[in-house]
């Protein structure tokens, strides 16, 4: 690989921000910062921002298993074009991993990821909720994030001791909340509209309640947590004053929790249908003026089959897919510095991730070339059909955003040119 420099673009890490040009070595590591520089091969970003590569903390890749929802090629790319250089793969029913034997083998599978892909743990076998996984084990293999589900899914007995032995291996547990254990048939938001349309509502006191009783648990036993997809602005205050307090915690939230409402549920379109549930525009409105308080931006992307969504609304599966859209809807959506949304997809959750010798941090030299060009100024309208996922259902179907992806670099690869996807196996 040649030389690549990326000439005239505002760079903008946990550092700083200031126009330079970035200068690129044939190892894929970066050579050189700063203005005025020389390369064998150009590529002029002018009116661009350069930054380190986003980090997704929350995605579904399906496979193996569920490949007709999405695979590791297919996730991996719409990644990339959404500016992701490496992301962290959520477990599920078909991809189950509770032993060092999955670990391995799963380890070695997300390899074929056109990006970086970390394999998470379940913190109970079969995700049943009572029998701790082999965290020991499991570790020893690779694994540095275990998913642990909120009661009544996991007791809390068994919920502390998870946290407890997760302290012996340096491991990191992301907390994913049920949200409806008050309401098991709820789909949608419980309040105003939900009454109107008739349909069963999921309380926003369901997600506090999770999240006050592990934060509780967090500064008992010293656990490192990171919250997953939170939604309400009293949850995102329940974990600030617990890591005020000395709790190891760290909260994310969805584009979708602050950009989209549940007044959108009122056309019975499934694609709105989510968990947790969209909020009413005032708890949106709230959790913007506490976003300094959040930690991460994390897409929660989700696909299914397009077919499954076709359904009537409370039939249909919850989820929607993200990593396309993350940072324009951000960008459109939050009133603040580009330099914090980068501080929330990009250095921030590398940090939680554990990759932050890799991903995110500051651009100097010797450090892999883990990069995203993006336009901050260009609109562009929303259409799922043209996303790189399997899936092509979007909440932001035809929805107009500002802040699009240009170029992204895996280890000084250009994996997207111009918004286009190399279709280079790596």
Known sequence: MSKLLLSGGRVIDKSGDRLADVLIGPDGRIEKIGVGLAGENTLDVSGKIVSSG????????????????????????????????????????????????????????????????????????????????????????????????????????????????????????????????????????????????????????????????VCQLALLTGANLHFQQISTAKSIEIIYEAKANGALVTSEISPHHFSLDESLIESFDSRYKILPPLRPMEEIARIKELIAWVDAIATGHSPCQDHMKDQAFSDAPFG????ETSLGASITNLDIPIAEILRLLSWSPAEIAGID??????????????????????????????????????????IELKGLVSHTLIDGELVVIDGAIQDNER
């Open 357 to 398: 010798d890799s991903h995110g941090g500051n651009l100097i030299p010797g450090r892999p070339a883990n990069l995203t060009v993006f336009d901050p100024e260009a609109l562009w309208t929303v259409r799922g059909k043209q996303m790189a996922s399997n899936c092509s259902v979007t909440a932001f179907e035809g």
């Open 320 to 323: 929607t897919i993200g990593l």
């Open 54 to 213: 986003f980090v997704d903390l929350n995605a579904y890749l399906g496979e193996p298993g569920d490949e007709l929802s999405e695979t590791i090629s297919s996730g991996t790319r719409s990644a990339v074009k959404g500016g992701y250089t490496a992301l962290v793969a959520m477990p599920s029913s078909h991809t189950l991993n509770d032993n060092g034997n999955s670990a391995r083998a799963l380890t070695e599978l997300y390899k074929r990821g056109l990006c970086e892909v970390l394999v998470t743990g379940s913190s109970t076998l079969q995700s049943d909720g009572r029998t701790m996984s082999p965290l020991g084990e499991m570790s020893s293999n690779g694994v540095g994030l275990f998913v642990v589900q909120g009661p009544p899914s996991t007791d809390l007995q068994t919920l502390r001791r998870i946290m407890e032995y997760s302290q012996n291996y340096g491991i990191k547990l992301l907390f994913s909340g049920s949200n409806n254990f008050l309401a098991p048939e709820g789909v949608m938001n419980e309040g105003v509209v939900s009454s109107k349309l008739g349909i069963s509502g999921i309380p926003k006191v369901s997600e506090q309640i999770e999240v006050f009783q």
